[in-house]
């Protein structure tokens, strides 16, 4: 039974209070301890008042006459660094509220006012510094929250809580705060539309979950209202309660912020092509629209949407058959992008997923030049073409119902892309790159049992309209979908997951067989007796599924054991991600985890896993190994992690990329790593690692960092990785049924520079720069000739392959950008982005100075982009 404490003292009682809050009441000494008794073991409670005098002015002091006579909660026990105790300085809150916002006003009173921390930073980044965090599960379902956190100096975070411990950072609000220093603490004022909220019905009296919580930097403390156990894998479901609100007239909030932005783009060495040769100047205008169906679901609609003020995406020389993964950045994909989560392996242990909102937008699939229309030589024709397919509209329907169902529904469409292509007459020719392609994404999850248990469902769609023969590799229609569920008991340390998902593609014969051949099933390998590549095919199908539970929570010992299945027709990659296919992949797991301090470590943890894997053709695929891993942090708040890893021989049906499988050594590789306080001035990291194949061949890591903040304002981290590795088994080319296989050495260094300046809580200037370098060099060409062979030498014969694959490529990005936040929810970019890079074929000696000397003297491509933004509320 919930016990309720509401702690309600008027002005005549004697105060501790701060000089700020000007004479506004808090607890005494015996009020103070009784809460704290009581927050250990009941579920505390707080009564919202309603708004009854004239306005509250967020500035930091709470000196109304309404935060007067609000009752005041208080009673918070630590969750670190000693679990369980009560915080070590006090903290009260009150909650207010009238028809359009809930205001909570929180005292941080301080021993140490002199030690308060408040680092200025863009909003969202969390820096080392106190701050006062209120979170209201205001569905009411336990398992989901929206978060505002505030620092001593005024910066904003705010994030949304899912699946009761999983958060979205990228979540958005426009919400209101003012903080104020004293000589006794800190205060923050919060004013928070509900229109920022979800929640059911209107009108009626509201229960919401709550929790307060308040993090101390000197003393790397975090305390909780409502008590929050480290051991414990729960944070929503152990929310504290917020009774009181009644009576909150029926809204359907509607926000729009249209956007106009101009950009000038130049080129640092056009050479003859004409279509680099003068600076191009763009302006495009477009506007995003969220408007409340009802008080719980919600319409977001964004047309003609632009990101040039995102980050670029960093360098890369990919010398494998597989894509590369690149996170999201776009606001309109990152925001509430956990309702679309669809993961198709065990927990979320990697980036393969049935929706990878990448792809919208994503790169033209065809070069202009390989065209059917063009059969000559093309080397004196010139192209003008798009990087990236322009978005038409996207929108996205998502909330939650009283009842329990999660909604998401994404709708976008894509253009139809062009080149333009001049050959060497000046004739100039329009070519097809991309087709329209419109894509759709539905899920749907019921949560029963007070969010214990799930239950969803997800389903993709890409359609596309094919224009002519320059797209018959690509299909005309991919679907993709299933059902999930998850169930959590005991405190919820205990969970079972299960998942079952299936594809289908739709396309030419010629689609068909791409999709067949592709590295993500090589269904042509010769000594595959399960797989054959079928010419007739027009459609594929296929399915995967996992099952993985164990005990995630409590402590010290936690385990998970786990199978995931993918069937060799499983092809997801025109909407989702996936990197491979035909897999049986079984997991176990076990870990140790101590929170309290024990020896020289403040808390530490170990893990073991093992794993194996076959495919349907009961082909040992070599993942056969497991690894020992360890992380600790010692007193002094520094912190170390390790791990060995083993893989023993296996088959790869990989390596020759459509050819047998061939018999490949084992593989131990080991990483280390430590970091000092990260609440420091200087911080420093660093992290290495080493691995070695049974034949020899090596491969090492080194990834040293530093943060350096001088001042609240301003902050630098550097971040370079060297790598050195030594292939064996580089795959080259297939020469009439030969595959040819030669030894790489690669050298790799890139360093990741950032810079941040915070003028203020709202205007910032942020640097982002990112040399890299990566340089390689063929030798002892070889035939794979008897690709089981026991003995390894006998697998190959010398081959004298003709060409010098070395090779030295240089690339530099960097981005500058001004940002400023001039009013809530609108915002003006300021960005300068830059972009430099050069190849030297048959040259593949790595010389650093050399390298980065050529690579900073090298004429880059510049573009300079304005954009604003204005945020209504009707």
Request: overall charge negative; hydrophobic content about 35%; charged content about 25%.
């Amino acid at each position: 039974m919930a016990l309720v404490f509401v702690i309600t003292v008027l002005s005549s009682i004697a105060p501790e209070a701060s000089p700020a809050d000007k004479g506004l009441p808090i607890p005494s000494r015996q009020e103070y301890d009784e809460a704290l008794k009581m927050s250990t073991a009941q579920l505390q409670t707080c009564v919202a008042s309603r708004r009854i005098n004239s306005g509250i002015e967020i500035d930091g002091i709470l000196d109304e006459i309404d935060w007067k006579l609000a009752p005041v909660s208080t009673g918070f026990i630590q969750r670190e660094p000693n679990d369980g105790e009560p915080s070590a300085e006090k903290t009260f809150f009150r909650v207010l509220y009238d028809d359009k916002y809930i205001y909570i006003g929180i005292t941080a009173l301080d021993s140490r006012p002199d030690r308060i921390v408040g680092r200025l930073t863009r909003r969202d980044n969390y820096t080392p510094s106190d701050w006062l965090g209120i979170a209201f599960d205001s569905y009411n379902d336990k398992r989901t929250a929206f978060d505002f956190l505030v620092n001593p100096a005024g910066v904003k975070r705010d994030r949304f809580w899912f699946n009761d411990n999983e958060a979205d950072e990228n979540w958005d609000a426009v919400w209101y705060v003012g903080t104020s220093i004293d000589d006794n603490g800190w205060t923050a004022e919060f004013r928070i539309p509900f229109s920022q909220l979800r929640y059911s019905g209107n009108g009626q009296t509201k229960s919401w979950g709550l929790q307060v919580y308040r993090e101390i930097s000197r003393l790397n403390e975090t305390s909780f209202w409502n008590r929050c156990p480290r051991e414990s894998s729960q944070i929503v479901s152990v929310f504290g309660r917020l009774e009181g609100i009644e009576n909150l007239p029926v809204s359907r909030n509607v926000e729009i912020l249209p956007y106009v932005v101009g950009s000038l783009e130049s080129y640092g060495d056009p050479g003859n092509d004409p279509y680099l040769q003068n600076t191009i100047k763009d302006g495009r205008i477009g506007s995003d629209l969220k408007y409340g169906l009802t008080s719980d679901i919600t319409l977001n609609l964004s047309l003609n949407p632009d990101f040039g003020q995102i980050e670029q995406d960093p360098s890369e020389f990919n010398l494998t058959a597989y894509e590369t993964y690149f996170r999201e950045r776009r606001p309109f994909f990152i925001e509430g992008a956990n309702i679309f989560a669809s993961s198709i392996s065990l927990g979320d242990m990697d980036r393969e997923r049935l929706f990878y909102s990448r792809r919208i937008g994503r790169r033209p699939h065809v070069y202009a030049l390989d065209s059917n229309r063009f059969h000559e030589d093309t080397d004196d024709y010139w192209v003008d073409s798009p990087e990236f397919t322009k978005i038409l509209g996207a929108a996205k329907v998502t909330g939650r119902t009283a009842s329990g169902w999660s909604i998401g529904l994404l709708e976008a469409l894509t253009d139809k892309e062009e080149a333009v292509v001049k050959d060497p007459a000046g004739r100039e020719y329009g070519t097809a790159i991309e087709p329209m392609t419109n894509y759709a994404v539905l899920s749907l999850q019921k949560d029963l049992n007070t969010g214990r248990t799930a239950i969803g469902s997800i389903v993709t769609g890409v359609h596309r309209k094919l224009p002519d023969s320059d797209f018959n590799h690509l299909v005309d229609a991919a679907y993709s979908g299933g059902v999930h569920f998850s169930h959590r008991w005991t405190n919820e340390d205990y969970q079972i997951i299960g998942k079952l998902y299936g594809s289908h593609i739709r396309g030419s014969g010629e689609a068909i067989i791409e999709a067949q051949t592709s590295p993500i099933r090589y269904f042509q390998r010769p000594d595959a007796g399960h797989l054959g590549v079928d010419s007739s095919l027009t459609s594929l199908t296929g399915w995967t599924s996992t099952i993985w539970g164990g005990k995630f929570g409590g402590q010290p010992w936690r385990w998970g054991a786990g199978v995931h299945v993918r069937s060799p027709g499983f092809e997801i990659n025109d909407i989702g991600f996936s990197r491979d296919a035909d897999q049986i992949f079984p997991v176990l797991w076990g870990g140790y985890r101590k929170f309290e301090e024990q020896l020289i470590f403040r808390e530490y943890s170990l893990n073991a896993n093992l794993w194996n894997a076959t495919n349907f053709g009961w082909e040992n695929l070599g993942k056969v190994g497991g690894n020992i891993n360890g992380w600790g942090q010692f007193r002094n708040y520094w912190s170390i992690f390790g791990g060995i890893n083993r893989n023993m021989a296996r088959q790869d049906n990989r390596l020759l990329r459509g050819g047998p499988s061939m018999l490949v050594p084992g593989r131990t590789h080991s990483w280390y790593g430590f970091s000092t306080d990260h609440r420091k001035v200087v911080v420093f990291r660093y992290s290495g690692g080493y691995g070695v194949d049974d034949e020899g061949y090596a491969s090492h890591s080194f990834e040293p960092g530093i943060t350096i903040r001088p001042s609240s304002r301003f902050d630098i981290t550097l971040s370079p990785e060297y790598y050195i590795n030594e292939n064996d088994r580089q795959y080259v080319d297939e020469i009439n049924g030969s595959y040819i296989l030669a030894t790489l050495e690669r050298e790799t260094l890139f360093i990741t520079t950032r810079f941040n300046l915070n003028i203020t809580p709202n205007m910032t200037l942020q640097f982002y720069g990112m040399p890299y370098v990566t340089a390689g060099r063929y030798s002892d060409y070889r035939e794979v000739v008897a690709p089981h062979a026991p003995d390894y030498d006998d697998r190959f014969a010398p081959y004298d392959y003709p060409d010098n694959l070395d090779f030295n490529f240089k690339e530099f990005n960097s981005n500058l950008v001004f940002r400023w936040e001039y009013s809530p929810g609108s915002t003006l970019f300021i960005v300068w982005s830059r972009g430099a890079s050069d190849f030297e074929e048959e040259y593949g000696r790595f010389d650093p100075d050399r390298d980065l000397g050529n690579l900073f003297s090298t004429a880059g491509d510049n573009t300079f982009l304005i954009k604003i933004n204005k945020w209504f509320s009707l």
